[in-house]
T-cell receptor, first 116, second 109 residues
């Protein structure tokens, strides 16, 4: 299957700082990438959808100025949590898809963010 | 919007046992998929199954789209099967996935 990586795997930061998370499709071109958030023992919640070369589409209730998403190439998308606060602490997961090839999404290993 | 309910929420098995996990949808099925999230958080694709039946080793899945449900069968469970199983379906004509509530499976030796 297709491989998606995320970096970093875990990060601890102070309140008020910004954190960037990278999502890469290693062996295929991702026309679409998705960012999810998962709280402990809960399901995945879609935050936003990004298509290469265009602005991300955010789900209702997700602050686009807080969670900046960039999808500059067919293999890389980044999520920047700006001015992080403790309530932003969570497990962030990206996925990538190539709709021309198949319907399914492939998921990265996730990034655990802890804001102190 | 679409709601996806999974049952049971928790399942504890002894190694070698069989189990059936269920996924119910509030609306019509579009791009139903099953995933396994291992204890480290990685989601692994199991099946893309908008209808019909598929099998892969000890796992099989059946989707009855007309009745808006899907089943995941795990036979001869192993400790490595532990984790959370999610089903997910897509919105009409979009790429978005809505995830179910999950079934947390623990398999003991």
């Amino acid at each position: 299957g297709a491989v998606v990586s995320q970096h970093p795997s875990r990060v601890i930061c102070k309140s008020g700082t910004s954190v960037k998370i990278e999502c890469r499709s290693l062996d295929f071109q991702a026309t679409t990438m998705f960012w999810y958030r998962q709280f402990p023992k809960k399901s995945l919640m879609l935050m936003a959808t990004s298509n290469e070369g265009s602005k991300a589409t955010y789900e209702q209730g997700v602050e686009k100025d807080k969670f900046l998403i960039n999808h500059a190439s067919l293999t890389l998308s980044t999520l920047t949590v700006t001015s992080a606060h403790p309530e932003d602490s969570s497990f962030y997961i990206c996925s990538a898809a190539n709709r021309a090839r198949e319907e399914t999404q492939y998921f990265g290993p996730g990034t655990r963010l802890l804001v102190l | 919007g679409i709601q996806v309910e999974q049952s049971p929420p928790d399942l504890i098995l002894q190694e070698g046992a069989n189990s059936t996990l269920r996924c119910n949808f509030s609306d019509s099925v579009n791009n139903l998929q099953w995933f396994h999230q291992n204890p480290w958080g990685q989601l692994i694709n199991l099946f893309y199954i908008p209808s019909g039946t598929k099998q892969n080793g000890r796992l099989s899945a059946t989707t009855v789209a007309t009745e808006r449900y899907s089943l995941l069968y795990i036979s001869s469970s192993q400790t490595t099967d532990s984790g959370v199983y999610f089903c997910a379906d897509g919105y009409y004509n979009t790429d978005k996935l809505i995830f179910g509530t999950g079934t947390r499976l623990q398999v003991f030796p």
